[in-house]
């Protein structure tokens, strides 16, 4: 089974700093997608960015980037020029490919300071 | 594109009573839709996955027959829990993702939650 780890419970920066949330995987499978959502206050679930492991090139969505690490099963989320409204819990996510379930880590809880 | 709303937003009701949650894809066809359960300060559990016109399977441990699931359309889900009790209380939110071609991952995008307690 596999299963999806987020090292950091919390994590706080000051606005417009860089901040890099780690997230590490276990799996067997050679083919499947990455993902990293943002849950606000709100709680609605967003999708921030997703990665395919065929990939090598590491996906990017505006200040988003990830570190897609495929050997050291490491996918790390780059939030550049932070902002107040970054303030979320972020949730790394792992699927298969040709599955439906998405596999969740932990969280990391983003705050992000004036 | 790829809103999903949840009906209601938060519910309280007795013990012993049952409570039906809907889940709705505003913009496109969902052929499949996830219900999650999330405490507090903690990631969220899947409970079920539905397709369209099918049963629901259900997570390990998830009691089918007090989390009663219906998916009878492409835009429609409902989680109704049944004989509702105080340990039910949680947050549960949806998701759903449609069809999408070649390689791509079926995205799952997720509806804003819906807040139970249970007196």
């Known amino acids: 089974a596999q299963t999806v780890t987020q090292s950091q419970p919390e994590m706080s920066v000051q606005e417009a700093e860089t901040v890099t949330l780690s997230c590490t995987y276990d799996t067997s499978e050679s083919n499947y997608y990455l993902f990293w959502y943002k849950q606000p206050p709100s709680r609605q679930m967003i999708l921030v960015i997703r990665?395919?492991?065929?990939?090598?090139q590491n996906a990017t969505e505006n200040r988003f980037s990830v570190n897609f690490q495929k050997a050291a099963k490491s996918f790390s989320l780059k939030i550049s020029d932070s902002q107040l409204g970054d303030t979320a819990m972020y949730f790394c996510?792992?699927?298969?490919?040709?599955?439906?379930?998405?596999?969740f880590g932990q969280g990391t809880r983003l705050t992000i300071n004036p | 594109g790829a809103v999903v709303s949840q009906h209601p937003s938060w519910v309280i009701c007795k013990s012993g009573t049952s409570v039906k949650i809907e889940c709705r894809s505003l913009d496109f066809q969902a052929t499949t839709m996830f219900w999650y359960r999330q405490f507090p300060k903690q990631s969220l559990m899947l409970m079920a996955t539905?397709?369209?016109?099918?049963?629901?399977?259900?997570e390990q441990g998830v009691e089918k027959d007090k989390f009663l699931i219906n998916h009878a359309s492409l835009t429609l889900s409902t989680l109704t829990v049944t004989s509702a009790h105080p340990e039910d209380s949680s947050f549960y939110i949806c998701?759903?993702?449609?069809?999408?071609?070649?390689?791509?991952?079926?995205?799952?995008?997720f509806g804003p939650g819906t807040r139970l307690t249970v007196l």
């Open positions: 990665q395919e492991a065929y990939k090598q």
């Open positions: 998701s759903a993702s449609g069809t999408s071609g070649g390689d791509s991952p079926k995205t799952q995008y």
């Open positions: 996510a792992f699927m298969k490919q040709g599955a439906q379930k998405l596999v």
């Open positions: 539905s397709n369209e016109g099918s049963k629901a399977t259900y």
